[in-house]
């Protein structure tokens, strides 16, 4: 069945190293990938997408990998801070269907 | 700045009570969904509306129902309460395509 997961539950990294969150999908017909950061006591927040036919996204301190060939979508959050401790989710949207299927989330932990 | 207002953040009900989660969107969004969270199991689609007096089925919709009378508020309703039904609830609105604006989220215990 489709699916979009993620493959650790929880990554712990030193503040101002470089943090890559990685996520497994494995429906091909999705049309862009999104990453969402949550906040505790908060809703997800839009961080970074990525259409499907691009390899590559950059945006502030973030950057989004897609790799078609084996399904892998991972985020990278250069020089870590204490702000970006929060769950992350990946999601899929495909333009038919109109909707988003997120993955389980990843905890992010900075450590001092 | 754009809001989507959930007017509860935290809830206490009793099972078998009738429950009213409500959303609102100040955005003039088409498009409105209702996730739940759960720890392991990341947000599940419970129902969603493409417009007023619209509705369609999520991915987890048993046990639930929603209303949506105005463009700007999409409520969401435990007919009958159950304890498997406490988690965390969260509301989104759209224009359409991928640009999601969640809610803060309504946590609901069922005791």
């Known amino acids: 069945g489709e699916s979009v997961g993620l493959h650790l539950p929880t990554l712990s990294v030193q503040e101002g190293d470089n943090s890559i969150i990685n996520c497994a999908y494995s429906n091909s017909a999705s049309d862009y990938f999104i990453w969402y950061k949550q906040e505790s006591g908060k809703g997800p927040q839009f961080i970074i997408d990525?259409?499907?036919?691009?390899d590559k996204r950059q945006g502030q301190r973030v950057t989004v990998l897609l790799n078609k060939t084996v399904k892998h979508l991972s985020l990278q959050i250069a020089a870590t801070q204490p702000g970006d401790s929060a769950v992350y989710f990946c999601a899929e949207y495909r333009l038919r269907a109109d909707g988003l299927t997120f993955g389980k989330g990843t905890h992010l932990i900075i450590q001092p | 700045d754009v809001k989507v207002t959930q007017s509860s953040r935290y809830l206490v009900k009793r099972t078998g009570e009738k429950v009213f989660l409500e959303c609102v969107q100040d955005?003039?969004?088409?498009?409105m969904f209702w996730y739940r969270q759960d720890p392991g199991l990341g947000l599940r689609l419970i129902y969603f509306?493409?417009?007023?007096?619209?509705?369609e089925k999520g991915d987890i919709p048993e046990g639930y129902s929603v209303s949506r009378e105005k463009k700007e508020r999409f409520s969401l309703i435990l007919e009958s309460a159950s304890t498997n039904q406490t988690s965390m609830y969260l509301c989104?609105?759209?224009?359409?395509?991928?640009?999601?604006?969640f809610g803060s989220g309504t946590r609901l215990t069922v005791v």
């Open positions: 955005m003039d969004h088409e498009n």
């Open positions: 509306s493409y417009d007023v007096k619209m509705k």
């Open positions: 989104a609105s759209s224009l359409g395509g991928r640009g999601y604006t």
């Open positions: 990525i259409r499907s036919n691009m």
